[in-house]
């Protein structure tokens, strides 16, 4: 078991627009990651082999893109299944969190 605090998660990246990604703790089966997105920050469009994707919009409005092609905003989840193309737009300020499992190996500290 891994306990991480906001001020010391396992790996931070900042996107250009000031946006970033926040991975929160993983273990060999899952992954925690909390996003804070700016208005046209962008998730290209891609699929993961192995890994299930599961999201709740804590704040915000995101355009999904690809198979899944539709707007979600704060309150609204969904779950992407391995081999699925997704992406998404930011149309606000949105704060996401996602669960990975398994782990996305780039994302590991």
Not at 17 to 40: A, I, K, N
Not at 54 to 76: C, H, K, N, P
Not at 83 to 95: E, K, L, M
Request: proline residues 6%; glycine residues 12%.
């Amino acid at each position: 078991m891994g306990v991480h605090t906001w001020d010391d998660p396992v790996r931070i990246d900042d996107f250009e627009s000031g946006g970033e990604r926040r991975v929160l703790g993983y273990t060999d089966e899952m992954m925690l990651v909390h996003y804070s997105l700016q208005p046209g920050d962008e998730g290209e469009l891609h699929s993961h082999d192995e890994t299930v994707q599961a999201s709740f919009v804590i704040e915000g409005e995101l355009q999904l893109r690809g198979e899944y092609d539709r707007t979600v905003e704060a309150g609204d989840s969904y779950i992407i299944p391995p081999g699925t193309t997704h992406g998404v737009y930011a149309n606000t300020p949105c704060t996401v969190i996602d669960a990975f499992s398994p782990p996305i190996a780039e994302y590991k500290g």
